[in-house]
């Protein structure tokens, strides 16, 4: 923590305060905001020994919260075979066999990344992997975390075959005339291997977060929502706390699973919450699925998929277990994060909550449903009612590869053009925090983001193929969604996600002003300073 006193002056500083929304000039002091204000104003309580920056014009805001991200499962994306952002199924042959080839004493291999708009819609084949490696288990998870690509060792000595059912919630995938499993395992399906493919490593999760703070300070983020964590990933959290490496603020939901006992898992969910009450690490929430996603054909809809006219998708609660789950959750206190992505479940997610409030009566719950990739109008209304709060996530906003390869022939041209509302959730009054899911999203940088929910068009254009653009919102409704929104999300609204006299001094310098920056550019704007409880954590300079 910073022990001196620092002026920041001549600069456009956009507070995120509605009394006082622009200022000139911040005061701090040790780790909080001392002052904000004009320059005449903080002129008045420059001491001889405090130390002046002069921003030159550049714009301040408060620095960015990803409400919703997997920092805890990005040990793929950096430390074993990384698949992310690669651009052909040749790349990703020749990134696999160059990783097994240095690392010959490895008795598996792991890692992530792989895009499904890649292949053919069953996914990934094992012959593909065969090729590279047939002794020893492979196991590589997609880019959005939903699906699992395996060799035929991993599956042979998982003792997956023809004649393994498909899971409650999963999808083994198949070869169309021998019934034999073809290499991908959807949602709950990848469980099956867990046994084969072994955790990650205490050091190699501790190598990860540090790596991952950096990645964000760099890009403006102080405060993550980590969305899925177990008992591995906990006891990385608490090594990094107690080795004093835990920098940023870190809040995460804890994963409640359909096929283990529930009253065990609200009771370990406890036992969490009350030991993980570090500042910069809580685990106040708990996190469930309803639905997988559109591209595994396991998210849930409320019509059939257009490629499978009598299928609706996988359902991981049954709606009665959902609804008694949320209650029992929601009655101990504890806020509720679920995954929805089918407008299906995005409603099953809703009659849960409203469930849970008929119970237990109504209170400042601030549960989150996250990703919302198809909602309908008369639902959007009712997470203003139930004060539910939405996580969208605006790097999505697009129509790319994923849209024509993957959402298209899903769902169908007239359902894909509607994707991730935003707007309307805005108009209906609903809270919203953006989020990156990351490492679903690689870079995670909230000001793509911020572009991309202005413009729903391939990132730094202004193209004509937008997504929706009835849904594209202002920068102010961005940047709001990105800091004050996010805060709020976690309970923290009253410490950070403002630039205000007594909070925390938590806020980034950018070298461009992206208010007045054409729309299109504003995803490039690069951040100068990262300045985290008064302490400047990142320089560009």
């Not at 002046?52 to 991200?69: I, Q, T």
């Not at 867990?194 to 540090?210: A, K, M, N, R």
């Not at 929805?340 to 989150?368: K, P, S, Y």
Request: aromatic share 8%; charged share 25%; with cysteine.
């Amino acid at each position: 923590m910073p022990d001196q006193n620092r002026v920041l002056k001549n600069g456009l500083i956009y507070t995120l305060d509605p009394k006082k929304p622009w200022a000139e000039a911040i005061a701090i002091s040790g780790d909080s905001i001392q002052g904000i204000g004009s320059e005449a104003e903080i002129e008045r309580i420059i001491a001889p020994e405090t130390e002046v920056v002069d921003l030159e014009g550049r714009l301040v805001l408060p620095s960015f919260v990803d409400a919703h991200s997997h920092p805890s499962h990005a040990v793929d994306l950096l430390l074993n075979i990384s698949l992310w952002n690669l651009e052909s199924r040749q790349a990703y042959q020749e990134t696999i066999r160059d990783f097994i080839a240095g690392n010959p004493q490895r008795a598996n291999f792991r890692g992530g990344g792989w895009d499904n708009s890649m292949f053919e819609l069953e996914g990934p084949k094992k012959s593909e992997l065969d090729a590279i490696e047939s002794r020893r288990p492979i196991s590589l998870v997609s880019y959005d975390g939903h699906s699992l690509w395996v060799n035929s060792a991993t599956l042979y000595q998982a003792g997956i075959t023809r004649d393994t059912p498909d899971p409650d919630g999963g999808v083994i995938e198949r070869d169309s005339v021998s019934g034999e499993p073809s290499g991908t395992l959807r949602e709950t399906a990848m469980k099956l291997v867990s046994e084969v493919i072994p955790g990650h490593s205490l050091d190699e999760q501790l190598e990860s977060l540090l790596a991952y703070q950096e990645m964000a300070f760099k890009c403006g983020v102080t405060m993550t929502h980590d969305a899925m964590l177990d008992e591995e990933h906990l006891v990385g959290f608490k090594q990094l706390e107690a080795s004093g490496g835990l920098r940023m603020n870190f809040r995460g939901s804890i994963h409640i699973e359909p096929d283990k006992a529930v009253d065990q898992q609200i009771e370990y969910l406890l036992e969490q919450l009350a030991q993980n009450q570090h500042p910069k690490f809580q685990t106040n929430t708990a996190k469930l699925f309803v639905d997988g996603v559109v591209e595994g054909g396991t998210a849930y809809l409320l019509e059939p998929y257009a490629n499978k006219p009598d299928f609706y998708g996988e359902l991981i609660w049954e709606p009665g277990a959902l609804k008694e789950v949320c209650a029992a959750i929601d009655k101990e206190g504890i806020q509720i994060h679920i995954h929805v992505i089918g407008d299906a479940a995005a409603r099953l997610a809703l009659d849960a909550l409203e469930h849970a409030r008929d119970q237990n009566g109504r209170r400042d719950a601030r549960h989150m449903i996250t990703h919302l990739q198809l909602v309908r109008p008369e639902d959007i209304l009712r997470f203003k009612k139930l004060d539910v709060i939405g996580l969208p996530n605006p790097y999505w906003f697009k129509v790319d590869d994923y849209y024509h390869a993957l959402a298209v022939p899903y769902l169908g041209e007239e359902r894909a053009k509607i994707q991730y509302p935003f707007k309307s959730f805005l108009d209906a009054g609903v809270r919203m925090a953006s989020a990156s899911d990351f490492p679903v999203t690689v870079p995670f940088d909230p000001l793509i983001g911020m572009e991309l929910g202005m413009t729903r068009s391939p990132l730094g254009t202004l193209s004509e193929q937008i997504l929706w653009s009835e849904e594209r919102v202002s920068l102010e409704e961005m940047v709001a969604s990105f800091t004050i929104n996010g805060a709020y999300a976690n309970f923290l609204e009253g410490r950070t996600g403002s630039l205000v006299a007594g909070k925390q001094a938590d806020f980034v310098v950018l070298e461009d002003n992206i208010f007045e920056k054409p729309v299109e550019k504003i995803g490039s704007t690069k951040v100068w300073q990262t300045y985290l409880d008064g302490e400047l954590v990142h320089s560009a300079s």
